[in-house]
């Protein structure tokens, strides 16, 4: 058996993920509802080994829960996932996707589908979005609006 060294790395996939370090606040409310009450926000930073971001949420909510996750990349065809749990016990893996405007995450098929669109604002410093859930007939409906506001 003869092993190639020629393996691709994730350098460029990986520095697609930078805007996303930092510290953010979050603030999230219904289609046309109020902002939800408390204090939310985001840490999301480099794992140890540089290769992926680790990424902690915290809500003043009690029926919002805080959760965390790792996002991590495929260096052969630069695909990204998300694996997401949190304190409820809930676990998902989203596929992700980002560039210089968005960054997306998506989930199909029962019991949950789910997906999100982030557009970047003010220089990167803020990220508008916008998480969805499918319904059994395939139509897409809004879950909640969360704007992203980065404090370092």
């Not at 999301?44 to 003043?60: G, K, M, N, P, Y």
């Not at 410093?125 to 969360?146: A, H, K, P, Q």
Request: contains cysteine.
């Amino acid at each position: 058996m003869i092993l190639t060294m020629d393996q691709p790395t994730a350098e460029d996939a990986l520095k697609l993920l930078e805007p996303l370090v930092g510290e953010w606040t979050m603030r999230a409310q219904p289609p046309g509802g109020a902002p939800w009450p408390g204090e939310a926000s985001m840490t999301i930073e480099w794992h140890d080994s540089r290769a992926h971001l680790v990424q902690r949420s915290t809500v003043e909510m009690p029926e919002a829960p805080n959760g965390i996750s790792v996002i991590g990349c495929d260096a052969a065809n630069g695909t990204y996932s998300l694996l997401y749990s949190d304190d409820r016990g809930v676990c998902r893996i989203y596929k992700m996707s980002i560039d210089a405007w968005a960054w997306r995450l998506w989930r199909t098929g029962k019991p949950f589908a789910q997906r999100f669109l982030g557009r970047f604002a003010d220089n990167g410093e803020t990220i508008v979005g916008r998480w969805e859930t499918g319904l059994e007939d395939g139509t897409w409906v809004t879950d909640f609006d969360i704007t992203y506001r980065k404090v370092r």
